[in-house]
């Protein structure tokens, strides 16, 4: 099987800038010779950017990623370091990129590698030499002059042989039928690690859905439980309930019937509201409530809660004015943001950003309920406090804080948020993590450590932004979600992962996607997605509440999509409805076998 590497022509600064375009992409050749997209023709490997002495980063692309094989397993990528626009990068000259990968999904930067020239490099190809037990690198310089040295390793150490003259070489002209593809190179796969690549990087879609027949049940409520389990084209599953019809069974006469039913599933449209960005619902005492961001400047700013007893019914509740302007002399103007809902030592709580009203004065804030009081009345709320370090002191007064999240697991309460340095140079916003005192959740009781920079290109683009974190729960990771670029139709979402157990204020226990989870490219017809928020619904399904936009430039609008978990455990965020249950699958027919009363 054969892989095709390839970047992109850029396209409009909001649909496809040279950051997302100037990245590597893969496509399969099918048996018909034609390449067909993984990852819907979007980058997969990107270049992390550089740190400046006054921490500032600088963001880089890269071009002509050249894919080879090692001989001890796995794959090693070499390509040419670029500037944000593609064009030739000062901080690269003579030097080309190196990583190491095991499957082409997960990638090690090994960082840059000095070829010894004293011009750009415009081509590079790099393949394994068995005689001489190393690799061999030849490239192309600016001026058109031809070089080869040998690389013996691809790891961080590498030691590159001294550059030698050589003859020319032309790679082959390739042709292509992908949309905007700039070819580079192809490089035979084993069926093996070509089918898991597309087991992955193609869109998932249901293939069957199967109920374990017969069925043995002495009650209705019985087979009420009975749940069917649907099955997805990259092999991963989801346990799906089932409104069975059980008016053919007499459940006082023992035997075998035969029963239909009709697999479950919520359909919810969107949007679930217009001009609501960074939503969250929560569960709190069999009910739920949602509240988000309000971007409608016909609303007094501040915070609004609907609630029901059901996820259907938060489309049609009515509001209700929790803070804001007014309510304390501290909090004023616009800056409203990013509201969540946790229950915190027993309490509901409210994190959210707010300020005085200036944008450098923006920071974390905690409000919770008093005890025994209603959600939706503003006089059952206590006064917000800022988040304090454990030593009391602000968070931090050199820029700004928000986004903060909660989450606990293995007896330990933690916070993350995002914190942008403003002073004495704008560094963007960057993710933190700490401890935080579950009776006093306004205080830290750890020191802040940061977690993720916005070193990718796609999560730098347009603005240097990680913002939006939200935890995800498996049997065996923690996942933190999180958004990346400008506001507008280049966000999108990406992962943070770390084991169950790992001390996850070392930022060696998490690893990063290299690239987005969710953009603008997962969902026809919703532009920046992002700022995700997570909740179960009266199903058990995890629901991913979310906002993205109608159109490029349409209003931040909230949705609500189920989320499903690959084959490697990791979060699918862009499963629509149909590729969720194909309807053809909806119905669904078993054997129910009354056993006899042993009464």
Known sequence: MDILSYTREPQEEDIYSPKLAYSMHLAIREEDGSFVPLNRNTGVLYARATEQPDGRLSAKTLKRPCLFHRPEGGFGVMAIRTSETGAPDEESKGAVLLFATADLIHYEECGLVDLGGEDFVEDVVCVYNEELAQYEIRWRDASGRWYQSMLDSVDSDAVVSEAVPTSSFEADKLVVDIGGAEPCHVLTLSDEIGARLQRKLMPLHNVSVAVASPIRASTEAELRDVQALALYNDGSEAWKRVDWDPSGIDWSTPGEYAVTGRVRQARYPFPLAVDRADPCIASWNDRYYFIATTDDRSYEPGFYVRSSETIDGLFDAEEHRIVGNGDYPFLLGVFWWAPELHTIDGRLTVLFAGSSGEFGDIHCYVMRMKAGGDPLRADDWETPIRVQRQDGSYLFENGITLDMTYFQTD???????????LTPVDLGSWLYIARLDPQQPWLLVSEPVLLSRPEYSWANNHTFVDEGPYAIFTEDRVHLTFSSALVNATYCVGLLSAARGADLLDPGSWAKGNYPLLASSSVPGQYGPGHNSYVRDEDGNLLNVYHARDG????????????????????????????????????????????????
């Open 411 to 421: 007896g330990q309460h933690y916070v993350v948020w995002a914190q942008r340095q």
């Open 552 to 599: 490029v430039k349409g209003p931040r609008c909230t949705g609500i999509r189920r989320v499903h978990f690959d084959i490697d455990g990791e979060p699918v965020l862009d499963l629509t409805v149909d590729r969720d249950l194909d309807p053809q699958w909806k119905a669904i027919s078993a054997i129910v076998i009354v056993p006899e009363s042993h009464n």
